[in-house]
């Protein structure tokens, strides 16, 4: 007799059923685990073993085989362990089938029967709502599987919690469905003196969900603003936290069971490998970009990243979704992240700084500064919505009381403008987007549409300063955030402006005459 046993095996954001079957039969004692599994899953023998061994059952002296079907699809991960312990039991009669034949089971077994928890519980209680089946996991994830919807939850703490429950002895609550606890407290804005411009970029930036850049001397603030554009966006809404929730799940960093309710905010260090940015490695993992998925991506140091790393972004901030092809694999996570970034003028980081005499020290002034920012291409430039200059601060605003908008008080303006532009999606039949920097083609030229002198200074803005058709359509996607801001229906010609004050202008180029 074959016990089945239903699990799954992951692919990106993707699930793919597993169908664990599980035989003894006679002849030489051994165990053996079939159906190209990775070493995790073939060291599952030793902790099914054990954990077995802790409930005083052994394993008979008979011929066992794990298939893992469909054999020729590579298994990976711990979450084995369980399914293929609950195939002994049945055939070992401990429990009947029948107990296991509606469920979807996944877990770590410990050596003394607990089970542990395993990554993408989530993922896979969604899948297993769609086929109509329940869930095995363990019971600190339960929480996290309750948010797929009626599908059964069992979530015991160990093994034999799992087998009382099937004999009637003691039968599992079904557990609540839990958010991740807000721990995490953001600076908050009053803090930064000075730096109003680079305040109003960073709202604007909020606003619009754009692409940020700041340039400026060391100690300028550039880290410090940047850190404080979480305290003043919006919290998640229950579709993004749980397209948010499924990645951090797949990638084992959904920690406590609970949804999340903040946006990600991701800062890897410039040492960043490009698969440790855009996922990849030997599971194919989701990166930072991916992790940071309705979030914000700081990239401080921006010229330190390795060159490859840094074009491999192009594409996600354009699709809002990575694809990762290897010759064993190729999947697809999203990533509709904000990339935040902050960079020196120069390698030495006081080119064109009146408050720092080290500037006139640099021998190579100004060479220096075009060969440190052309290590970005300009593609990449021009995929960057806000640039904004954050010189350093003065003595004047140093000694001042900091007197600025509180992060909650910004976070409100920021609140009712997103707020407009997800009315006027879904006015228009659009329940997909949610943001202004989501906007492109005919959609875009339908709700930014400038009137009268914002269209003829555009034009002539794009003439002079030979704009590429991406940054034609970026002042556009800023102009709409700009307007909305400011309540206005239509974009005019100060919208227009300012959006143009926010672009990069390539060396050679004039800026039209405002």
């Known amino acids: 007799m074959v016990a089945r046993v239903n699990t799954v095996a992951f692919q ?11 035989q003894m039969a006679s002849g030489i004692p051994a165990f053996s685990v079939v159906g190209l599994p990775d070493k ?3 060291e599952s023998r030793e902790r099914v073993r054990s954990a077995l061994s802790a409930l005083g059952l052994a394993l008979p002296p008979r011929r066992i085989t794990v298939n893992l079907s469909p054999a020729d699809l590579a298994k990976e991960g711990s979450h084995f362990d ?17 107990n296991i034949e509606g469920f979807v089971a996944l877990g770590e077994l410990a050596l003394d029967g607990a089970i542990s928890p395993v990554a993408g519980v989530l993922p896979a209680a969604i899948h297993a709502n769609a086929l109509g089946l329940g869930l095995i996991c363990p019971a600190s994830q339960g929480g996290e599987a309750a948010w797929a919807g009626e599908v059964q939850v069992l979530a015991p703490e160990t093994l034999l919690g799992l087998i009382n429950h099937f004999k009637g002895r003691s039968i599992l609550a079904a557990p609540e469905p839990k958010l991740m606890e807000d721990l ?10 000075g730096q109003e411009s680079a305040k109003r970029a960073l709202e604007v930036a909020a606003a619009g969900g754009h ?13 410090m603003l940047a850190s404080r554009l979480p305290g003043i966006l919006p919290p998640l809404d229950p579709t993004e936290a749980l397209a948010v929730s499924m990645i951090h799940s797949v990638a084992g960093e959904l920690k406590n069971g609970g949804l999340l309710k903040t946006r990600p905010y991701r800062d890897p260090h410039h040492s960043a490998s490009m698969p440790s940015l855009v996922g990849g490695g030997l599971r194919v993992k989701p990166g930072e970009i991916s992790l940071a998925h309705h979030g914000v991506l700081f990239l401080d140091e921006l010229p330190e990243f390795q060159r490859a790393a840094l074009e491999a972004l192009r594409q996600p901030l354009e699709t809002g979704q990575t694809s990762i092809a290897r010759a064993n694999a190729h999947v697809t996570y999203p990533a509709r992240f904000q990339l935040i ?27 220096c500064g075009v060969d440190y920012q052309s290590k970005i291409s300009g593609p ?21 009381p900091a007197n600025s908008e509180s992060s909650a008080t910004i976070a409100k303006r920021v609140a009712q403008a997103r707020n407009i532009q997800r009315q006027r999606f879904l006015q228009i039949g659009n329940t997909e987007l949610r943001t202004n920097a989501e906007a492109d083609g005919n959609l875009l030229e339908k709700i930014a549409a400038p009137v009268n002198e914002g269209r003829v200074l555009l034009t002539e803005a794009t003439e002079k300063m030979r704009l590429t058709a991406r940054g034609y359509h970026r002042i556009l996607r800023v102009a709409r955030t700009l307007a909305d801001l400011d309540g206005y229906d239509e974009i005019g010609r100060v919208h227009i402006a300012e959006a143009l004050a926010y672009r990069r202008v390539v060396p050679g180029r004039q800026l039209v005459n405002m």
């Not at 369980?82 to 029948?98: K, N, Q, W």
């Not at 995929?383 to 601060?393: F, G, K, S, W």
């Open 380 to 400: 990449m430039f021009d995929r960057i919505d806000l640039h904004v200059e954050v010189p350093a601060v003065s003595a004047a605003d140093l000694s001042r």
């Open 12 to 22: 990106g954001v993707d699930v793919l059923s597993i169908d664990v079957q599980v």
């Open 40 to 42: 995790a899953v073939a």
């Open 211 to 223: 692409n940020m850049l700041m340039v400026g001397p060391p100690g300028s603030g550039k880290s």
């Open 82 to 98: 369980l399914p293929i312990a609950l195939g002994l039991l049945a055939t070992m009669d401990v429990i009947s089938r029948e």
């Open 184 to 193: 995490i407290s953001y600076p908050d804005m009053a803090d930064i003196k």
């Open 341 to 367: 970034a902050a960079m020196n003028p120069c390698r030495c980081g006081y080119l064109g700084d009146p408050l720092n005499d080290d500037a006139a020290t640099c021998n190579r002034a100004p060479k």
